[in-house]
Nanobody, 125 residues
Framework: QVQLVESGGGSVQAGDSLRLSCEVSGRPFSNYVMGWFRQAPGKAREFAAAISQNGGRTSVADSVKGRFTISRDNAKNTVWLYLNRLKSEDTGVYYC??????????????????WGQGTQVTVSS
């Protein structure tokens, strides 16, 4: 079983930055494609970014491209999502997710097998 624990959320002002972390345990971290999703109140879970097992491939949603960046360190069993120039519409719960294969760009919740509990990001304008 794979456990994912997110951290780094908080309440910030528009224009600020945050770094979200997701630490993975239970299975070899390097086996997994990692992704970040977010969910605003009353809305569906939305893809933000994904990164391949060795970090060589990344995918970022058009809605956050240029502001969000994903990276990972397999030695630390951790994936990060860097949120820059935050906007009020970025408010929501951010979830980390894992899947063991990158057959095509994984950008839907059903593409992922394991999930963390989420971390809240609130952006005030």
């Amino acid at each position: 079983q794979v456990q994912l624990v997110e951290s780094g959320g908080g309440s910030v002002q528009a224009g600020d930055s945050l770094r979200l972390s997701c630490e993975v345990s239970g299975r070899p971290f390097s086996n997994y494609v990692m992704g970040w999703f977010r969910q605003a109140p009353g809305k569906a879970r939305e893809f933000a970014a994904a990164i391949s097992q060795n970090g060589g491939r990344t995918s970022v949603a058009d809605s956050v491209k240029g502001r969000f960046t994903i990276s990972r360190d397999n030695a630390k069993n951790t994936v990060w999502l860097y949120l820059n120039r935050l906007k009020s519409e970025d408010t929501g719960v951010y979830y980390c997710a894992a899947v063991s294969a990158w057959a095509s760009v994984p950008n839907k919740p059903d593409d992922f097998d394991y999930w963390g509990q989420g971390t809240q990001v609130t952006v005030s304008s």
